[in-house]
C-alpha cells in the first residue's frame, strides 16, 4: 500500500513538473519505474520496444471486435487503443502518448510488469516454471501478460470490480488432469477462465467483446455454464448461447 502510494504522489508530481516546464516532448526522464520507464513521446510514426511496450498495456483498448498487434508500430489502430485508454481514465483524449498517460500506466503497473490487479500466480497454478504447455516457457508467460492487461481493462470497464481468474496456463500434464481439450488455448498461456462474482458469466462474455478476445466461450456453450473462458486464438469464435453471443 505504502509502495503504491508513493508512487502515485510520484507519477503528480511528474505530471505537475511536466505541465510546469512544458516539456511534453521528453515524456517520462523524470520517472524511473521498477517495470519499464518511457523516456520519450509516442504518437503515430513512432516505432521501437517502447511502442510495444505501450501496446502491450493497451491490448485491452482494440474496441469491439478488435484485436491490437504488438508489433513495434504506432499505427491508426494504436492510436484508437491509446485514445480510448486515455478516455477511460479521465485524460485528455489525443492519442499521444504523453506524461500523463505515463504516469496512468505506471500507477497502474507492478514492478513485475503485470497490472495491479491481477498477477502471474493468478494465471498459473499448474507449475512456477511456465514450462510443459504447447509454446516455450517464455512465450507463455508473455501471453498471459497480454492476457491480464486485458483483464485489467475489462474490469476497469466494469466499475473497477474483481475479476476471478479461476484457471490459466496449463502445461499437458495439467490440462489433461482436469479433462481439456486438446487444443486447449490454456496450453499456450493466452487463456483464461472467469468465475461469477460480482458480474455474472453473461456481463463478462458481453463485455470481453471490446477488450482483444478472439475467443470467448460462455454459458450455453457445451462444457461452460460455470465459467466464461477468453483467449486470443488465431481467429474469431465467441459462443455464449444462454447470453445472447
Not at 40 to 61: H, M
Not at 140 to 160: F, I, P, V
Not at 195 to 219: D, E, M, N, V, W
Request: proline fraction near 4%; glycine fraction near 12%; include cysteine.
Amino acid at each position: 500500500m505504502f509502495r503504491r502510494a508513493a508512487r502515485l504522489l510520484v507519477s503528480f508530481v511528474m505530471i505537475m513538473t511536466g505541465a510546469v516546464a512544458g516539456t511534453v516532448a521528453t515524456a517520462g526522464t523524470a520517472h524511473a519505474d521498477g517495470c519499464y520507464t518511457w523516456t520519450r513521446t509516442l504518437s503515430q510514426g513512432a516505432s521501437g520496444a517502447d511502442v510495444t511496450q505501450l501496446q502491450i498495456r493497451l491490448s485491452g483498448y482494440p474496441g469491439y471486435g478488435a484485436v491490437l498487434a504488438v508489433d513495434g508500430s504506432f499505427g491508426p489502430a494504436t492510436a484508437a487503443a491509446l485514445k480510448r485508454f486515455q478516455s477511460a481514465y479521465g485524460l485528455a483524449a489525443d492519442g499521444v502518448a504523453g506524461p500523463a498517460t505515463y504516469s496512468k500506466l505506471y500507477a497502474l503497473q507492478d514492478d513485475d510488469c503485470t497490472p495491479v490487479h491481477f498477477s502471474y500466480s493468478e494465471l498459473n497454478d499448474c507449475n512456477s516454471t511456465w514450462a510443459g504447455g504447447a509454446v516455450s516457457a517464455a512465450t507463455a508467460k508473455a501471453n498471459a501478460l497480454r492476457t491480464m492487461w486485458k483483464l485489467e481493462a475489462m474490469r476497469h470497464a466494469l466499475g473497477d470490480r474483481p475479476i476471478t481468474v479461476t484457471s490459466g496456463f496449463r502445461s499437458h500434464a495439467c490440462n489433461d488432469a482436469v479433462g481439456g481439450a486438446s487444443g486447449s488455448r490454456h496450453l499456450y498461456g493466452d487463456a483464461a477462465d472467469l468465475g461469477a462474482g460480482p458480474h455474472s458469466l453473461c456481463t463478462l462474455a458481453k463485455q470481453a467483446r471490446y477488450h482483444g478476445f478472439r475467443g470467448i466461450l460462455g454459458p450455453g456453450y457445451p462444457g461452460h455454464d460455470d465459467h466464461t473462458h477468453v483467449d486470443h486464438r488465431s481467429s474469431q469464435f465467441w459462443s455464449a448461447p444462454s447470453c445472447g453471443i
